[in-house]
């Protein structure tokens, strides 16, 4: 997975189709990311005992392959590649616009 915590990314199916957030967690081994704001699902909880409990709405876990990173020179989606830069540190980078992801 090329995706990483703290990348703003944009959907690209779903019922979120369009919508962009940050990536707040990854599931590698699920392959799947929970992006904030995007598929909010509503969670019943208890009450116990300083809680009140209730209906809350939370984030789901959407799969990889339906986010790409955003550009940040073109603020749309792009894909993503590696290179080696002068320092020998491996960099991403977006494939459309050629600049560094940090």
Do not use: Q
């Amino acid at each position: 997975m090329k995706l990483k915590v703290g990348d703003k990314v944009v959907v690209k199916s779903g019922s979120d189709k369009g919508k962009t957030g940050k990536i707040i967690k990854t599931l590698k081994t699920e392959n799947k990311v929970i992006v904030e704001g995007v598929h909010i699902v509503k969670k019943h909880k208890k009450p116990t005992g300083n809680d009140a409990g209730g209906i809350m709405e939370i984030e789901a876990p959407i799969n990889a392959s339906n986010v790409m990173i955003v550009d940040p020179k073109t603020k749309k989606g792009t894909r993503i590649s590696h290179t080696i830069d002068k320092n020998g540190k491996k960099v991403r980078i977006s494939t459309k616009s050629k600049e560094v992801l940090d």
